[in-house]
T-cell receptor, first 114, second 111 residues
Framework: NAGVTQTPKFQVLKTGQSMTLQCAQDMNHEYMSWYRQDPGMGLRLIHY???????DQGEVPNGYNVSRSTTEDFPLRLLSAAPSQTSVYFCASREGLAGVETQYFGPGTRLLVL | SQQGEEDPQALSIQEGENATMNCSYKTSINNLQWYRQNSGRGLVHLIL?????REKHSGRLRVTLDTSKKSSSLLITASRAADTASYFC???????????FGQGTTLQVKP
């Protein structure tokens, strides 16, 4: 299994541009989530999904959209990038929904917004 | 606001010494997990302790949980240079299954 994969690894955007961060997992996990990691802030939950067609907001959802059309894919969209969205983004998945299961992380996407 | 707060923020020790990191949280949980992150990489799960457990071991790792004090500790015994990384605690909430992460402890193990 490839586990959780993310593309691209690194991206530079100009303010106002849009882009989609891709995330895919091949473990048939129901639960997927997106985090951003900033220095001194730990990981903050952006959006999460408990299954295909179901998404919900996390702690810092503003400026981001998600969709879950399949079990495997969970893309994160920035509609109009802002410098405050410069961060490292991690996608994660886990098998169950109760929160007691191991969460698997992708390698991250480093985003710079100028 | 973050659920978990790690202490210390940074820790530097010599190889062979023990490293202890602490995590405090604010609300009720159904489990607490510890993750490790090597520089420039994603997080890797280390160990999970459920709310009805007080101590758990995995190799050189020992985790304790005190729900009355809303705190947990991670002990790494006989540390190695390869243990150099950031360590995060994450708390699982009773509802919705969210995992909320703390800010992390950066551990440096000097050879």
């Amino acid at each position: 299994n490839a586990g959780v994969t993310q593309t691209p690894k690194f991206q530079v955007l100009k303010t106002g541009q849009s882009m989609t961060l891709q995330c895919a997992q091949d473990m048939n996990h129901e639960y997927m989530s997106w985090y951003r990691q900033d220095p001194g802030m730990g990981l903050r939950l952006i959006h999460y999904s408990v299954g295909a067609g179901i998404t919900d907001q996390g702690e810092v959802p503003n400026g981001y959209n998600v969709s879950r059309s399949t079990t495997e894919d969970f893309p994160l969209r920035l509609l109009s990038a802002a410098p405050s969205q410069t961060s490292v983004y991690f996608c994660a998945s886990r098998e169950g929904l109760a929160g007691v299961e191991t969460q698997y992380f992708g390698p991250g996407t480093r985003l710079l917004v100028l | 606001s973050q659920q978990g707060e790690e202490d210390p923020q940074a820790l530097s020790i010599q190889e062979g010494e023990n490293a202890t990191m602490n995590c405090s949280y604010k609300t009720s949980i159904n489990n607490l997990q510890w993750y490790r992150q090597n520089s420039g990489r994603g997080l890797v799960h280390l160990i999970l302790i459920r709310s009805n457990e007080r101590e758990k071991h995995s190799g050189r790792l020992r985790v304790t949980l005190d729900t009355s004090k809303k705190s947990s500790s991670l002990l790494i015994t006989a540390s190695r240079a390869a243990d150099t990384a950031s360590y995060f605690c994450a708390t699982g909430r009773p509802s919705k299954g969210k995992l909320i992460f703390g800010q992390g402890t950066t551990l440096q193990v000097k050879p």
